[in-house]
């Protein structure tokens, strides 16, 4: 079946610097994509979303750039925190015809490290 | 509770019992949805419900896995003859509809089967 990636399992970042996670997905119909970030022991909390007919959004120290034409999607993190410790889901929302259910298929997540 | 609610948040049990996974959604999200996570790995779909019923379950491991929703609200999965293997966290997911993107998820039950 189709799947979401990412290209790099680990990121290391100097506190203050930015991150840049990146993902590659494979369904081109999928219409919505969604970023998580899961910290131990805590369930995935939501932090930012874009939909296929935008290429860029921008949230509170964080940014989702979507590029179809190589079916790719990144988050980047200003000015990194050590709160931004975690790992981070990406993940796209396909409608399955006929069933008119939703579904939400997750990378494997890349864990971000903040060094101090 | 503001948020998704999972019990138990730990489950320790031996291979062959059949436990059982609550999930309270949000009130007033209609969509409930359960996902496994194995260490180190990303979400995996389970099931999906809109109201009580459950127009999605491809994505149920074995037909040892099953789930119910009642009152569209609190939601058990069950798994009978546990296995080893069934050791992973189990999240759930709520929204206000279907068709609403954004799900918020619970802590999570974490499985461990001896």
């Known amino acids: 079946g189709e799947s979401v990636g990412l290209h790099l399992p680990t990121l290391s970042v100097q506190e203050g610097d930015n991150s840049i996670i990146n993902c590659a997905y494979s369904?081109?119909?999928?219409?919505?994509f969604i970023w998580y970030k899961q910290e131990s022991g805590k369930g995935p909390q939501f932090i930012i979303d874009?939909?296929?007919?935008?290429d860029k959004r921008q949230g509170q120290r964080v940014t989702v750039l979507l590029n179809k034409t190589v079916k790719h999607l990144s988050l980047q993190i200003a000015a990194t925190q050590p709160g931004d410790s975690a790992v981070y889901f990406c993940?796209?929302?396909?409608?399955?015809?006929?069933?008119?259910?939703?579904?939400?298929?997750f990378g494997k997540g890349t864990k971000l490290s903040v060094i101090p | 509770g503001a948020g998704v609610s999972q019990s138990p948040s730990n489950k320790v049990t031996e291979k062959g019992k059949d436990v059982e996974l609550r999930c309270d959604p949000i009130?007033?999200?209609?969509?409930l949805y359960w996902y496994r996570q194995s260490l180190g790995q990303g979400l995996e779909f389970l099931i999906y419900?809109?109201?009580?019923?459950?127009?999605?379950k491809s994505g149920l491991p074995s037909d040892r896995f099953s789930a119910e929703r009642t009152g569209g609200s609190v939601s058990t999965l069950t798994i009978q003859r546990t296995q080893q293997e069934d050791s992973a966290v189990y999240l759930c997911?709520?929204?206000?509809?279907?068709?609403?993107?954004?799900?918020?998820f619970g802590p999570g039950t974490r499985l461990t089967v001896l």
């Open positions: 993940a796209e929302k396909t409608k399955y015809s006929g069933a008119g259910s939703y579904q939400l298929t």
């Open positions: 369904n081109s119909a999928s219409d919505y």
């Open positions: 009130s007033g999200h209609t969509a």
């Open positions: 997911a709520s929204s206000v509809e279907p068709s609403t993107d954004t799900q918020y």
């Open positions: 419900f809109q109201g009580n019923s459950a127009p999605d």
């Open positions: 874009i939909r296929s007919n935008m």
